[in-house]
């Protein structure tokens, strides 16, 4: 029986994750500050534990794995990351977490870990134009990431990859773009835009209004959990070190994405563009590269995947009402 630690496995993608590798067969250890929150977690061992203190990661890492996942961070969507509120915290916390788990994993004579970077690491000067955004991976150079959270990811990601160089391992690091689905956070400041949009549609009134923040012309490519999953795991088992991205090449802009949420609801809506912290102007995910060298690139389309996540949240919308 393979053995995989999934770190972060009480968040959004990592609860996912181990849900993934239990129905592969593995045993799999999980660690994170708190329990999955709208389910039970499938690990066979949970440890709650503070990755940002060492002697938890050498606790939970007492052996060798045949995969680690390292999804955990500090993190959040727009409202969380782009205040400058949390900087400090998001670096500090995130890169205390990754010099942790690398040393770590490496001192147990760990092989391979697999590392979750963000679209948010690209230069903002490339996303200025929201119909023409270059996020091919070879873009990333002259860096200028357009958040503190985006520097910590560029660190973090050459960090995994230098321990490939000085000491053999098979790291592997992937740039998401966007990921949603059920399950994942929708309410309380650190919700992507997805799950924000499904919230405020199954929150308001059919003929109502919603707020958007900005003019709503920015524009997002977002990509479903299960599509998220499968790519984690082509990439971690294939010779392709990366980086590379993970994320959907159908780019809508916010309105549209409004629009597609409230068409799911069977509402119309009138939106209210307000001030906001809102990033990029464009952000859509290249996958030129991950077609070419795993053979696979996502093809869910965005209205499917809504769907799903929309329903969920409505439930959700509603029990928190009674």
């Not at 955990?72 to 727009?78: L, P, Q, R, T």
């Not at 690091?173 to 992507?192: C, D, L, Q, S």
């Not at 524009?219 to 980086?243: K, M, N």
Request: proline share 4%.
């Amino acid at each position: 029986m393979k053995t995989s630690l999934v770190c972060g496995a009480g968040g959004f993608i990592g609860s996912h994750v181990v849900k993934r590798l239990k129905a592969e067969g593995h045993w799999v250890r999980g660690v994170d500050l708190k329990f999955p929150e709208f389910s039970e977690t499938h690990a066979d061992d949970f440890v709650i534990g503070d990755l940002r203190d060492r002697n938890v990661v050498d606790r939970v890492i007492d052996r060798r794995f045949d995969e680690i996942y390292q999804m955990a961070a500090d993190m959040g969507g727009a409202g969380y990351i782009f205040t400058g509120e949390h900087d400090a915290a998001i670096m500090h916390n995130s890169a205390t977490i990754n010099l942790n788990v690398s040393d770590s994993a490496h001192k147990r004579h760990n092989a391979k870990i697999f590392y979750s970077s963000s679209a948010c690491m690209y230069p903002a000067y490339n996303q200025e134009d929201p119909d023409n955004p270059n996020l091919a991976e070879s873009s990333a150079y002259p860096a200028a990431p357009d958040s503190e959270y985006g520097w910590e990811k560029l660190f973090s990601e050459r960090l995994f990859l230098a321990y490939n160089r000085n000491f053999g391992m098979s790291n592997r690091v992937a740039r998401y773009h966007n990921i949603f689905g059920p399950e994942g956070t929708w309410t309380g400041g650190k919700e992507k835009a997805p799950a924000a949009v499904c919230r405020k549609v199954a929150q308001a009134r059919n003929n109502g209004e919603i707020e958007i923040w900005g003019d709503g012309h920015q524009t997002r490519s977002f990509l479903y959990i299960d599509e998220c999953l499968e790519g984690t795991i082509r990439l971690t088992r294939s010779a392709f070190e990366g980086p590379v991205n993970i994320g959907s090449d159908e780019m809508v802009t916010i309105n549209q994405l409004v629009d597609m949420v409230s068409e799911i609801a069977g509402k119309t809506l009138h939106k209210h563009h307000i001030p906001g912290p809102q990033g990029v102007r464009g952000r859509n995910s290249d996958n030129r590269l991950i077609e070419e060298t795993l053979g696979w690139r996502p093809s869910a389309s965005l209205r499917s995947g809504l769907e799903t996540t929309y329903a969920w949240i409505e439930q959700q919308v509603l029990r928190n009402a009674t």
